[in-house]
């Protein structure tokens, strides 16, 4: 049950950066070419694709998480013995947890002071691109308990298909493999 719910999260999260990606492209594209072909160029859209990769940005944190994408500095852990090097990593999942809720949770205060605010070309509250901030960690947090097993055994999980290889994890390994 837990891992069908695990596998739909991953899906919803990898989709929704898609779409967001996709119509970024597109909008950019459209707007690049209006611009030298027909001479006009649409204001809204620059405004539209910088909120739009905000959101990306903070949404795909989390899958970067559970990829072992994010930076890390593992010289301490690898010179510890097993043991200590499981317990080190349970502390830092709670401390990156503790981090992640604290940001949620002020993100999300700031979000609704920023409600007020509202964005030069289209009028949009502010507050509704600032709540990528809070959502975004959220979905971290999500990802990070649900996959704290791997995250405890430094074994990145693949976020495609199970026969699939991800480039990020493949570099995780070689990176753990000392190649």
């Known amino acids: ?12 999260n990898q989709f929704l950066i898609g779409a967001l990606m996709l119509i970024m492209t597109v909008l950019v594209f459209a707007n690049v070419v209006l611009r030298y072909v027909v001479g006009i160029s649409l204001p809204w859209v620059e405004e539209i694709s910088r909120y739009m990769m905000i959101w990306v940005a903070y949404l795909g944190a989390g899958l970067a998480l559970r990829g072992g994408a994010h930076v890390a500095v593992e ?7 097993a043991r200590l090097t499981r ?4 502390a830092i999942a709670v401390a990156i947890l503790l ?7 002020y993100g999300f205060a700031y979000a609704q002071f920023a409600m007020r605010q509202h964005s030069p070309v289209l009028n949009l509250p502010l507050g509704l691109v600032y709540m990528g901030v809070p959502i975004g960690c959220l979905v971290c947090a999500i990802h990070l308990v649900l ?8 074994t990145p999980i693949e976020l495609n298909a199970p026969d699939a290889h991800s480039d990020v994890s493949d570099f995780a390994a070689l990176e753990r493999n000392g190649a």
């Open 1 to 12: 049950m837990l891992s069908k719910f695990d596998r739909a999260f991953i899906w919803s």
């Open 75 to 81: 010289v301490l852990q690898d010179a510890l013995p």
């Open 87 to 90: 317990l080190l990593r349970i």
């Open 99 to 105: 981090f992640l809720g604290s940001v949620a949770w």
């Open 147 to 154: 996959g704290f097993r791997s995250y405890v055994e430094r």
